[in-house]
């Protein structure tokens, strides 16, 4: 079975400074996919970025950037010149390629960006 | 863009009640999922759905049942509400195939009950 991990329950980060948040996973499989959603607080989930196993490159969107280390199953976000509007839940998330649609979520980890 | 909508944002309800939570998308999602969401345990999967009148169990399906009669709607089913469900239930959306690695969430219902 699959289990995504999030270690760090909550962080904080002065504005305009860059933070990482951290996600390992267990996984027998070869080709899956990874993802990170936030949760504002009071407003829907909405998805950060993914990245496909089988790409090597990292996935970026804007000031948002994964570190993706498939040997040592970690993936985690890098946050760059973080906004107030960041503030939220941070979820990280893994789905087999085969199969089903299902996905596997961790704990989550409380980010908290300071004026 | 996607919409997924669920019934009720705040419901309280008493112990032993018949509970309904309605999620409704509006993208022609072949898959529809709830989840539960609690402090320290992130998101844990109730139900999901691939198909019309199709359903699977997810990691807690206990104390819950679902119905899918029409593709746009998902409805979660707590047959008699107990103290321990009290929690934020999301339901989410996710179109079939290799767009279908996305979901969509709702609003997100929170449910006490008393």
């Known amino acids: 079975a699959q289990t995504v991990t999030q270690s760090q329950p909550e962080m904080s980060v002065q504005e305009a400074e860059t933070v990482t948040l951290s996600c390992t996973y267990d996984?027998?499989?070869?080709?899956?996919?990874l993802f990170w959603y936030k949760q504002p607080p009071s407003r829907q989930m909405i998805l950060v970025i993914r990245?496909?196993?089988?790409?090597?490159q990292n996935a970026t969107e804007n000031r948002f950037s994964v570190n993706f280390q498939k040997a040592a199953k970690s993936f985690s976000l890098k946050i760059s010149d973080s906004q107030l509007g960041d503030t939220a839940m941070y979820f990280c998330a893994f789905m087999k390629q085969a199969g089903t649609y299902k996905y596997i979520f961790g704990t989550g980890t409380r980010l908290k960006v300071l004026a | 863009d996607v919409k997924v909508t669920q019934s009720s944002r705040y419901l309280v309800k008493r112990t032993g009640e018949k509970v309904f939570l309605e999620c409704v998308q509006d993208m022609d999602h072949e898959n529809m999922f709830w989840y539960r969401q609690d402090p320290g345990l992130g998101l844990r999967l109730i139900y999901f759905s691939y198909d019309v009148k199709m359903k699977e169990k997810g990691d807690i399906p206990e104390g819950y049942s679902v119905s899918r009669e029409k593709k746009e709607r998902f409805s979660l089913i707590l047959e008699s509400a107990s103290t321990n469900q009290t929690s934020m239930y999301l339901c989410?959306?996710?179109?079939?195939?290799?767009?279908?690695?996305?979901?969509?969430f709702g609003p997100g219902t929170r449910l006490t009950v008393l």
């Open positions: 989410a959306s996710s179109s079939g195939g290799p767009a279908g690695r996305e979901q969509f």
């Open positions: 990245q496909e196993a089988y790409k090597q």
């Open positions: 996984t027998s499989e070869s080709n899956y996919y």
